[in-house]
Each structure stands twice: as structure tokens, then as C-alpha cells.
């Protein structure tokens, strides 16, 4: 039986996660609060209200170190609170204390990539790699199969997804791909893989380089996918546990 393992949410793009027990999942929406912020580094073109592609922010596959921070969210208070191994604890607001992040966020950034110069906001959709508002599923047993021919532990966290299923067989996610799943309440347009860059190299936990696992993917597949991404196609509640059923 496959079913939800684990649910994460990353409130800044790139700058750490936060797991949950449950979500509300709205049509046409990512995850609530999920990369709701992204960091805009100083050569970004944006426009103001609009979504832009990932060169255009401070992230892991540039910045190793940023893979090593978490994020708890104060939905009451509107604050975030970011930890890291090498930084003391912060809490702010990212709509009215920057400064104070970008402080915080600056001893992390090497001096050779452009800096981080402010918090980019979109609501709603948020700031997905995708050009669509997209929720990310990862697959245990991929993760698993994939540790074992590196002879490595490999943390489901490096691949920043949303929903971590269990209960599938090895690679399977990829046969969901234009099929629709319900979960929980919710339903799920499965709309194609996730290609991976160079994040997926960093250890959470340290925010240092230490698998190949890009190499890994293409000595063994010939492609870089892992994991699937998905649009929201009915509104609903899911949880951890809840099952997935193929529509």
C-alpha cells in the first residue's frame, strides 16, 4: 500500500525546510507557504508580482552551505525562525526585517557568486522551479535503491520535496507520470520528472559536498530525474499516512 511518509514544506526558496504533519492543498497552488520567499541575488531580473526561473536566486546547487538550513514557521505571528550548524538562530519577519536575514545569510555565501541583496514574495503559486505551481513527490524506495548502488546513506532531504511516499515499488513514481492520484482529500495531476542539479550533492546536515549523486543517476539511468513533480487539481487536506490511490 503506498502512502505518505512525510510532508516538508520550504518557506525561502533554497534557504532551508520545515516537515508537517498536514497541509491544505488548494487548486492551482503549491504547497501553503511552500518557497512563498526566494532570495534574489544582485544580477536577478524580476518583475514585481511575476514568477521568474532559479538563476535569478541565491540556492543550493550554487551555494553548498544553504542545504544545511531549516525552517520552522510562526503562521500566527507571520515569522520564520532559521537554524544552521555554523550561524546562531534567527527569527523575523521576511516582509519587514530583511536586513536582518540577509546579515545572517551573508557568512554562508562564498565572496565569488552574486550576493544575496533581498526577499522576492510571491504568494499562491510561489516561487517552484517550475514555470507551473507544482508540488514535488519523492519515492522512499528510489531513495533507497539509489543509496544502495552508491554504498551510501543518502538522506531523502537532499532532493527538497514535498511529499515523501512509501509503499512503491523502485522508479514506479515515473509510471504516474499524466495519470491524476488522490491523496487524502486532494487530487494531483502527476506532470513529469524532476531533472537535479547539483543541490542534490550537499549533505542536509552539514551544507558540505559530499555524494555524487548526479553522476550516480547517470552512470545508472542515463538521465538525471528523481522524484516527479505534480499541479494540484482539487482542493483537499492531506496527512502523513494518508493513502495514495491511482485515479
Known sequence: MAQVSALWRHPIKG???????????TKGEAMPWDRRWAVAHERARLTEGEWAPSANFSIGSKVAALMAINATV???Q?????????RPDLTFDPDTEQQAFLDWVRPLMPVNRAQSVRLYRLDGRGLTDTD???VSLLNLASNADLASRMDAEISPLRWRCNIHLEGLAP???FDLIDKTVRIGDAELRIREPIKRCMATTANPE?????????GALNANWNHQDFGIYAEVTKTGTIS???????L
Open 132 to 134: 507551473y505551481p507544482s
Open 74 to 76: 510562526n503562521e500566527a
Open 171 to 173: 522508479w514506479s513514481e
Open 206 to 214: 552539514t551544507g558540505a559536498r559530499d555524494l555524487d549523486t548526479l
Open 15 to 25: 534557504h532551508g525546510r520545515e516537515a508537517l504533519t498536514r497541509a491544505i492543498l
Open 240 to 246: 502523513a499516512g494518508d493513502r495514495i490511490e491511482v
Open 78 to 86: 507571520r515569522t520564520l525562525t532559521l537554524t544552521h550548524p555554523e
